[in-house]
């Protein structure tokens, strides 16, 4: 499974949230997508998910803590970004 096409994906998925929305990264993907991933291979995948948003590089998405299983929460800004 290539893990940075599914990093890929989920940057791209988080156009589809709308503003104001809090999500996890599991929320990015269908079911059928997310279940036959590691778990090794998901908290990678949260890392480096989580290090893209911090550094600014998946747009309108901000950190937003973690939720009750310890997954890191994001939240879409009602603010979209000028083009």
């Not at 599914?6 to 599991?26: H, R």
């Not at 929320?27 to 998910?49: A, H, M, T, V």
């Amino acid at each position: 499974m290539d893990l940075e096409q599914l990093l890929s994906e989920a940057i791209e998925a988080t156009k589809t949230v709308l503003p104001g929305q809090v999500f996890v990264l599991k929320s990015l993907f269908e079911g059928y997508k997310w279940e036959p991933i590691s778990n090794g291979n998901k908290r990678y995948l949260g890392q480096r998910f989580k290090k893209e948003v911090i550094a600014g590089r998946v747009p309108n998405v901000a950190y937003y803590g973690k939720a009750a299983n310890n997954s890191s929460k994001y939240i879409k800004n009602n603010k979209e970004e000028e083009t």
